[in-house]
């Protein structure tokens, strides 16, 4: 072949397209944002940064406004004692956890993941050199013994962790244990790469604030917009120390320069208006409806096959098999129907992991969700 050194992906990341339908691991349902809204947003976004002459190269870090408005949603809804310094805006929180990793890790250098995890994230610490040390996870979240122990055993440059909905469990982590975490950290002086891609959705008590707001010079926070609004906008950003923020910058300066102003713009011209507020308090309504119906679906549909726990946050459930053999007919069949998800294979960071499908409820209206646990159900049947 012409390129015999160029090595082929060994699982693409993301989930094929299905001829039916294409599952998420937890999305909100992008035909109930209004096109209206986006349209309007971009309209004045365009119109402002062409008056003000600011359609030009710019700050690597972002827009200007839309850092301002950020730190401020972070300061005002979760704690975080940041300003406009300690954000930089990226395309998507993904590429946060890429940057963060080209920044962090030198070769032979560890990264602790969960044993269940987000293969993304996992995918770009290792393209960055990164040994993976997988630890233990229970229902109180990490395994906070088994984080020092690694730590006693390798050089570990970071943790990465998503404390607030485990991906892909759901459960969230105990206030103890991220005590516990914090305090490894600064023992070990390793970075807490803390993902927080859907903070905005619990459906029982308020959630607890993300590690970020108690310890702000030892956490890499990463969060998205992707959940928020939709992930088409591919807005997400760092909120971190300024010397995380510039050292991030440059990587940027070295991919694409810089953001899009004008989706930027938009953005910051959604949450100033209050625009994104509001859609999100509209959406958990229904999000909350729609999880509902899907655990009563999930007990009609596939209770002899399935353990699961109702998530009390995020858009998606963690489907634990009772019997293995059924989740293998599941997989091998699902493609025959034209069904696509997240492999079952995906979210195990070592050899010999349990595996379970994580199914997001959110961008499903209930009748759709009935029908693809059936079809599920179907699939999965000897
Ligand atoms: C755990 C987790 N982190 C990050 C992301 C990526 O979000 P973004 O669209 O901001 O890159 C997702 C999206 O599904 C996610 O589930």
Redesign the pocket.
Same mark, same amino acid.
């Given at each position: 072949t012409e390129y015999p050194f160029l090595a082929a992906p060994d699982r693409l990341i993301a989930i094929p397209a299905g001829k039916w339908r294409k599952l !998420?691991? +937890? *999305?909100a349902d992008g035909r109930l944002f209004p096109a209206d809204l986006l349209a309007r947003a971009y309209r004045k976004a365009a119109e402002g940064a062409s008056r003000a002459n600011a359609l030009h190269y710019r700050d690597p870090r972002g827009s200007p406004r839309l850092r301002q408005e950020i730190a401020s949603m972070l300061r005002r809804q979760r704690g975080l004692m940041v300003g406009a310094e300690n954000i930089c805006i990226t395309r +998507? #929180?993904? @590429?946060g *956890?890429f940057l963060t990793a080209r920044i962090l890790i030198r070769p032979g250098d560890a990264v602790l993941v969960e044993r269940l995890t &987000?293969e =993304? %994230?996992v995918a770009a610490f290792r393209a960055c050199g990164a040994k993976i040390v997988t630890v233990g996870l229970d229902e109180d979240g990490v395994d906070v013994a088994d984080v020092e122990r690694a730590c006693r055993k390798h050089r570990v440059r970071a943790i990465f962790v998503?404390p607030h909905h485990q991906?892909p469990t759901t459960v969230s982590m105990r206030p103890e244990r991220r005590l516990r975490l914090l305090e490894l950290a600064r023992q070990f002086a390793f970075a807490i790469i803390e !993902?927080d &891609? !859907?903070h905005e959705f619990h459906f029982g008590a308020q959630p607890l604030l993300p590690m970020a707001s108690y310890a702000p010079a030892r956490v890499i926070y %990463?969060g #998205? @917009? #992707?959940?928020l609004l939709v =992930?088409a906008l591919?807005i997400?950003y760092i909120a971190a120390a300024p010397k995380v923020v510039d050292a991030l910058a440059y990587q940027i300066s070295l991919i694409d320069g810089m953001g899009n102003t004008v989706t930027e713009e938009a953005a910051a011209e959604l949450l100033e208006s209050g625009e994104v507020r509001r859609h999100v308090r509209k959406t958990a309504q229904i999000y909350a409806r729609r999880r509902d119906a899907f655990a009563r679906n999930l007990d009609s549909e596939m209770d002899r096959l399935i353990d699961y726990r109702l998530p009390d946050g995020g858009l998606a459930f963690w489907l634990q098999f009772k019997d293995m053999a059924a989740l293998d007919r599941l997989e091998a069949r699902a493609p025959e129907i034209g069904l696509s998800f997240a492999s079952s294979h995906s979210y195990a960071a070592e050899e010999g992991t349990e595996r379970g499908l994580r199914i997001g409820f959110a961008s499903l209206t209930e009748e759709e969700a009935k029908e693809v646990l059936q079809a599920l159900r179907s699939c999965a049947e000897p």
């Amino acid at each position: 072949t012409e390129y015999p050194f160029l090595a082929a992906p060994d699982r693409l990341i993301a989930i094929p397209a299905g001829k039916w339908r294409k599952l !998420d691991e +937890g *999305v909100a349902d992008g035909r109930l944002f209004p096109a209206d809204l986006l349209a309007r947003a971009y309209r004045k976004a365009a119109e402002g940064a062409s008056r003000a002459n600011a359609l030009h190269y710019r700050d690597p870090r972002g827009s200007p406004r839309l850092r301002q408005e950020i730190a401020s949603m972070l300061r005002r809804q979760r704690g975080l004692m940041v300003g406009a310094e300690n954000i930089c805006i990226t395309r +998507g #929180s993904q @590429m946060g *956890v890429f940057l963060t990793a080209r920044i962090l890790i030198r070769p032979g250098d560890a990264v602790l993941v969960e044993r269940l995890t &987000y293969e =993304p %994230a996992v995918a770009a610490f290792r393209a960055c050199g990164a040994k993976i040390v997988t630890v233990g996870l229970d229902e109180d979240g990490v395994d906070v013994a088994d984080v020092e122990r690694a730590c006693r055993k390798h050089r570990v440059r970071a943790i990465f962790v998503t404390p607030h909905h485990q991906f892909p469990t759901t459960v969230s982590m105990r206030p103890e244990r991220r005590l516990r975490l914090l305090e490894l950290a600064r023992q070990f002086a390793f970075a807490i790469i803390e !993902d927080d &891609y !859907d903070h905005e959705f619990h459906f029982g008590a308020q959630p607890l604030l993300p590690m970020a707001s108690y310890a702000p010079a030892r956490v890499i926070y %990463a969060g #998205s @917009m #992707s959940k928020l609004l939709v =992930p088409a906008l591919r807005i997400g950003y760092i909120a971190a120390a300024p010397k995380v923020v510039d050292a991030l910058a440059y990587q940027i300066s070295l991919i694409d320069g810089m953001g899009n102003t004008v989706t930027e713009e938009a953005a910051a011209e959604l949450l100033e208006s209050g625009e994104v507020r509001r859609h999100v308090r509209k959406t958990a309504q229904i999000y909350a409806r729609r999880r509902d119906a899907f655990a009563r679906n999930l007990d009609s549909e596939m209770d002899r096959l399935i353990d699961y726990r109702l998530p009390d946050g995020g858009l998606a459930f963690w489907l634990q098999f009772k019997d293995m053999a059924a989740l293998d007919r599941l997989e091998a069949r699902a493609p025959e129907i034209g069904l696509s998800f997240a492999s079952s294979h995906s979210y195990a960071a070592e050899e010999g992991t349990e595996r379970g499908l994580r199914i997001g409820f959110a961008s499903l209206t209930e009748e759709e969700a009935k029908e693809v646990l059936q079809a599920l159900r179907s699939c999965a049947e000897p």
